[in-house]
């Protein structure tokens, strides 16, 4: 047994705690990773309050290192091991496979019977801790060491990655795109503004959709100036509902996880319109939905469709994706992360900051 420096939680009752944590030494380990940086996200948030019923302990534990979101350096690594080498920055996975047939194709993030395992959030521990052992095909190479800085926000990213993916199939079904065959002048809308709304938020904009980000107050200047960086629009819907919902909405993309609010945007969706459901949020009260909601969706043609996670082809898509932005954006990409923090600060998983874009422990300051 060792001691290694970690944060842990106890899934899914809640809490946190920042201290040495005893694990077993591996028989044997084709890599050893040393943490760099852990980003922390709504999930372990939402797993410190206790409000995520799916987490749970690795089996045999009362507590689990938590962390899913990670940048990490290898100190060893046997040789030819997908031609990563000591020194390299990867990016781990975070979900690993169980036996059913989508996880034995490596799309473990459509997996069947639910019996894969997450890093940090279901039946197996995380990053959050000063060193780990890892499988190359869990492990996706940083190939641009100029991107060290924005590489932590790969894992969130591959999420919204395969979230479009799925867009993609869905809009199949029908024209979605404008007479010019792309979606300019085509509304996206993200509820919420955290790090993931941004992604998603980045990501229509790629795609051309005229992109409004809402929340139910105003943001602080750091987010506006993000928001104006990607050409983007902003509106508190308490204040400006009708702004945001004129010309009704082609795409809504929900962060917040919170069904009230969905179902006041579902409502405005344009005929064949899609909404993908990402946010979760367990403790959400819940809201009433009328016949006339479900006869809107169904006469309008209306998608919703829930997605989760990204498969390793998206780990790779989003390390692209962070090259391009990095470069069309410049150093401002480097204000994706709002704040960078000791491990010891764990009253960050209680306290957001209200500028918080994506906060990021360094392990160096442990
Ligand atoms: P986050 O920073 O907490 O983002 C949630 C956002 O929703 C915040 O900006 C929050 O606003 C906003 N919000 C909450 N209630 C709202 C409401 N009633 N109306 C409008 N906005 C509201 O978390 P994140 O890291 O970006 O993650 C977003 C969500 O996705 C979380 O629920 C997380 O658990 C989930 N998630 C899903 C997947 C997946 O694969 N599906 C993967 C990762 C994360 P304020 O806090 O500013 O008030």
Known sequence: MSKVKAITTDAPTGGVVFGDFELPDPEHYSAKLKTIYSGICGTDRGMVAGS???????????????????????LEIEKNNFGIKPGDYVVPIVRRPGKCVNCRMGRMDNCTDGNKHEAGVTGMHGFMRGYFYDTPENLVKVQDKGMFDVAVLAEPLKNVEKAFEVFDKVSERSIFFNDYGTYEDKKAVVIG??????????????????????????????????????????????????????????????????????????????????????????????????????????????????????????????????????????????????????????????????????????????
């Open 193 to 366: 503004t955290g790090s993931e709304a941004f992604l998603f938020s980045f990501f229509a904009k790629d795609y051309g959709f005229d992109t409004v980000l809402t929340n139910r107050h105003p943001i602080p200047d750091l987010k506006k100036g993000m928001v104006d960086m990607i050409g983007a629009e902003f509106y508190d819907y308490t204040m400006d509902m009708d702004k945001i919902a004129e010309g009704g909405i082609d795409l809504l993309i929900d962060t917040s996880g919170h069904p009230g609010t969905i179902f006041k945007f579902a409502r405005k969706l344009n005929n064949n319109g899609i909404a993908i459901l990402f946010g979760t949020n367990g403790k959400a009260p819940p809201t009433g939905v009328d016949g006339s909601d479900i006869d809107y969706i169904i006469e309008k043609n209306i998608t919703l469709l829930g997605s989760v996670d990204g498969a390793r082809n998206h780990y790779f898509m989003a390390l692209e994706h962070l090259r391009k932005w990095r470069y069309v954006y410049g150093d401002r990409m480097k204000e994706f992360i709002t704040k960078k923090i000791s491990p010891s600060d764990i009253d960050i998983f209680t306290n957001k900051p209200e500028n918080e874009i994506k906060t990021v422990i360094d392990w160096s300051r442990v």
């Open 52 to 74: 995520l019923s799916f987490a749970y302990n690795p089996e045999g534990y009362r507590q689990m290192v938590l962390g899913h979101e990670g940048l990490a350096q290898v």
